[in-house]
């Protein structure tokens, strides 16, 4: 049934103007009518849908314009494709029937000039050449003689064709065909440089393109078959491998009718011979066996001996030789095929098996026959046939199952589509990637993926890049079937003919959703480190301008009589130590502050923080502890412990400050099996006690949780957070070695932090000792400090307890002053950042010649990157640490347990 025309753009627009116009008019005017309105009312109404008519009128109208340019671009498309594949067909069938006709020629006559004749013609008139010729090469003059010809004759004439390599004439196709033994292709005779001889003689023919097979036939005859074409890149692989095909029965041909010449005096064997011949003719040169079924004796062709490497003393010329040499797994099928030819089962004898070459190695055989004799009861008597060497193709096609299997368990999705876009074949790994199976997608385009996040101008790009003919590659986003969105870098690919033309597209799909969450959160990671870094930086400063101040309030207090000046001198010490704490926060988020770590008991540290928690919430806040009985100890700082879930549970309080809710307070057992990633970088796997604050508030938004454990990010008001809270709690956690997690919905928040199990066999540390005060008796002492004011404060508190005492500027003054006093001096007190020499260069140099001499290091940086542990081993001196600002108690205690006699 013929399918209704389209209707132009014009007409489907009037239609639609006069329908929609009719149905305004008709509309108002039944309603005036019926309710008795006002007329001229419905005159403005009428007026205002014709102008809304007239717009979506013309925006229809274009949109139909484009609709039908687009589908008229498209069949314009598939019918240049069409007919490519057409032309491309129509070749090869022309060839084919070149062929046929080749070999009827052949199968017809005696006279090889004949049979030259009719090849020639057969390739004018059939395959579409414009001239074809044969010519012989004459020994004497080194000259190629055209003697057989068809199509455009005069372009021969007067024509020098030579094979001598000093002659220019030898450069052409026919000649080096002769001198290189295979076949030449000009693809453009034009803009070859070898064919200048002949640019204007094939210009004024028309010829662009040329190719010459070589013919060397029995005896040591040779020559050539010369074709030319008007269009430029004819001869393709497959018409190439054709005419090679022709070449060759041409070749046998001539050999064919030379063995009909010389045997024609005897009938008997002038008869068997041609019957050979012609199967060899019609089996394009492949070898060639004749099976006498009475006797079993074979008659192997060279051809088929050279093919499988054996002599013919190798044979002795029966149909056991063919048995024996059959690969055993073959054998049977093939006994079963000829079996059931010979019963006049099958029309044709046809069977692929593999025959054992000399070398041990199999070939795949095309193995053919016909029967050409029958006895007196129409018993079969003799078959003909040939074998064919299909080992090549064999090859392809496992190399293709291969490609097929490969494609199949590819975990990478694998989409081909047409060069419409519309899809022929998916992989079962692109089912797993989208949800959609083969057959929901087959047919479609590949748009059902589209995620809504990409415009048009982006799809636009790529389709310009992909049928340009150039690959296209890219990050894009999708949705499956289920409609979750995911993230894949995709390639297409074009695929081309030989022409160049595109017949398809190729889609390789990888899902890279987790790879880009994890950069995502490795960059936000390292964002908070550079931060961390800059924090660091501005606390050591701060440190020492606030290591000053409370160092001169211990002064002034000691000097200060008047009452009123110690409340003065308190409210500073205040201000400066609340700034100190502000500080500390800062290096806490920074480096992690390392303080001093003891074995812990989770079970003692929540029932600590849920007695602080429970004097400070609010009463309508219910707090929950949930501790396992078989939690191990965790070795960590009481007091930053202690900071780091007070500062999630007062974030959950505020969480849940609207009304109520239920404080959570947990800690168990966690065993990681494998490493996964978290906002404190990759854990590990091992063994971890999971400290859990969950809340009952409505959650985290996304860009909100993004953001969390930035350094003075908050949500809170203005004067209600400083922004330190998290990122504090974050540094604690990683000075622990721990990690921490988040999970967030619409009915809480939890905050997990992961920390290293200790083994069993731990226990408490020990407490610390009571130390007694501090006594110079005259003792003297290094100091070494850039900070002026921190060095003269530190002079002044340790001299008032008796000390004496030297000051350097620098490492190099303090490594100066060190080896000049080295006999008289008790102890170093060494800052570690320090121009010219750092302090740790210092200490390095201090254990090399005074391995016993006792060191007391300070920094705004606390722990500044030093394992004290390495400096303190049994035959060096003590080693202890003071982190500004210090006041001067803490100075004077950390110089007594230096100074203190050691046990043993």
């Given at each position: ?665 947990a800690a168990a057992p966690v065993r990681i099996e494998q490493p996964r ?100 008796e005259g003792r003297l002492l290094l100091i070494c400090d850039d900070e ?70 300070s920094s705004g940086l606390m722990s500044e990157g030093i394992d004290l ?36």
């Open positions: 049934m013929a399918q209704p025309k389209l209707s132009t753009p014009a007409q489907l627009t009037a239609v639609y103007a006069i329908l929609s116009m009719a149905w305004i008019v008709g509309s108002d005017a039944i309603v005036t009518a019926r309710h008795g309105g006002d007329w001229d009312a419905m005159a403005m109404n009428t007026a205002k849908g014709a102008l809304y008519v007239a717009v979506t009128a013309a925006a229809l109208y274009l949109l139909a314009r484009r609709l039908v340019s687009a589908t008229n671009q498209m069949q314009a498309e598939l019918l240049v494709e069409r007919s490519t594949a057409n032309e491309r067909l129509a070749r090869l069938n022309r060839i084919y029937a070149t062929l046929t006709r080749a070999n009827q020629a052949a199968l017809n006559t005696n006279d090889p000039a004949q049979l030259c004749r009719e090849i020639c013609h057969a390739l004018v008139d059939h395959a579409g050449m414009k001239l074809a010729w044969i010519g012989w090469l004459d020994p004497a003059t080194q000259r190629i003689v055209p003697e057989e010809c068809a199509g455009q004759r005069d372009y021969l004439d007067g024509i020098v064709i030579s094979t001598d390599p000093a002659a220019p004439e030898s450069l052409g196709p026919s000649a080096r065909c002769l001198i290189n033994g295979h076949t030449i292709i000009c693809q453009d005779i034009a803009h070859t440089h070898e064919m200048q001889p002949w640019h204007t003689r094939a210009r004024r023919a028309g010829f662009r393109c040329s190719a010459a097979v070589p013919i060397v036939v029995a005896g040591g005859r040779r020559g050539s078959l010369a074709l030319y074409a008007e269009e430029p890149g004819y001869f393709t692989a497959e018409i190439t491998a054709l005419v090679e095909q022709l070449a060759r029965d041409l070749q046998h041909g001539l050999e064919v009718i030379a063995v009909r010449r010389e045997m024609q005096a005897q009938t008997e064997a002038l008869a068997l011979s041609e019957q050979r011949w012609q199967a060899a003719l019609e089996g394009a040169g492949d070898g060639v066996w004749d099976w006498n079924i009475e006797t079993g004796a074979v008659y192997f062709s060279p051809r088929l001996l050279e093919m499988l490497g054996y002599e013919r003393q190798d044979f002795q010329g029966h149909i056991s030789d063919w048995e024996q040499r059959v690969h055993p797994d073959d054998i049977g099928l093939a006994h079963h095929t000829l079996e059931r030819y010979l019963a006049g089962e099958l029309a044709d004898y046809a069977c692929e098996h593999r025959l054992r070459c000399k070398d041990g190695n199999y070939l795949w055989i095309l193995d053919r026959g016909k029967v050409v004799a029958r006895d007196a009861d129409g018993r079969p008597k003799r078959m003909i046939g040939t074998h064919a060497d299909i080992s090549a193709r064999k090859a392809a096609e496992r190399q293709l199952t291969l490609v097929q299997a490969a494609l199949q368990a590819t975990p990478t999705g694998i989409v081909i589509t047409d060069q419409a876009g519309r899809i022929e074949w998916v992989n079962p790994a692109f089912t797993v990637l989208t949800g959609y199976a083969a057959e929901e997608v087959i047919g479609q385009n590949p748009r059902v993926l589209r995620s809504g996040r990409h415009d048009a101008r982006f799809y636009d790009r790529m389709w310009r890049t992909i049928s340009g003919g150039e690959v296209w590659r890219g990050e894009i986003f999708n949705r499956r079937k289920d409609g979750a969105e995911y993230a894949e870098f995709m390639t297409i690919a074009p695929v081309r003919t030989g022409s160049g033309t595109i017949t398809h597209f190729v889609a390789i799909k990888q899902d890279v959703t987790e790879q880009r969450r994890l950069e995502h959160q490795l960059l936000r990671a390292q964002r908070l480190e550079g931060i961390g870094m800059l924090a660091s930086g501005i606390a050591h400063d701060l440190n020492n301008v606030l290591a000053p101040i409370l160092l001169s309030i211990e002064l002034l207090k000691m000097r200060a009589g008047d009452p009123g000046m110690h409340s003065s001198l308190a409210m500073i010490e205040s201000a400066a130590k609340r700034g100190a704490g502000i500080v500390r926060q800062v290096l806490t988020f920074a480096r992690g502050v390392d303080g001093e770590r003891m074995p812990l008991r989770p079970k003692d540290v929540i029932t600590e923080l849920n007695t602080i928690l429970s004097e400070t919430l609010p009463r309508q806040l219910e707090i929950v502890r949930q501790v396992a009985p078989d939690v191990p100890m965790v070795l960590g700082d009481p007091t930053q412990m202690h900071q780091m879930l007070l500062n999630l549970a007062i974030n959950a309080r505020d969480a849940m400050e609207a009304g109520g809710g239920r404080l959570t307070l990633p978290t906002v404190a970088g990759l854990m590990p796997e091992g063994d971890y006690v999971a400290f859990r604050v969950q809340d009952t508030g409505g959650g985290i938004e996304p860009k909100v949780a993004e953001h969390l454990f930035e350094p003075f990010f908050t949500t809170k008001p203005r004067g209600k957070g400083t922004g330190l809270g998290l990122a504090t709690t974050l540094g604690i956690v990683r000075s622990h070695n721990g990690f921490i997690e988040m999970e967030t919905s619409s009915q809480g928040t939890t905050f997990s932090i992961y920390l290293p199990a200790l083994p069993a066999e731990r226990g408490d540390s020990n407490p610390p000792l009571e130390l007694p005060t501090l006594r110079g002026q004011s921190i060095r003269e404060l530190t002079v002044a508190i340790f001299e008032s307890r008796g000390f004496r005492t030297i000051t350097a500027v620098d490492g190099i003054e303090s490594l100066r002053l060190f080896r000049e006093y080295r006999t008289e001096l008790t102890a170093l007190v060494l800052d570690l950042m320090m121009p010219g020499l750092t302090g740790q260069q210092v200490l390095v140099e201090v254990r090399r010649e005074a391995p016993q001499m006792p060191v007391l290091l542990e390495q400096w303190q081993q049994p035959e060096a001196g003590p080693i202890g640490a003071v982190h500004k600002p210090y006041t001067a108690q803490a100075l004077l205690a950390a110089l007594e347990t230096l100074l203190a006699p050691r046990a043993g």
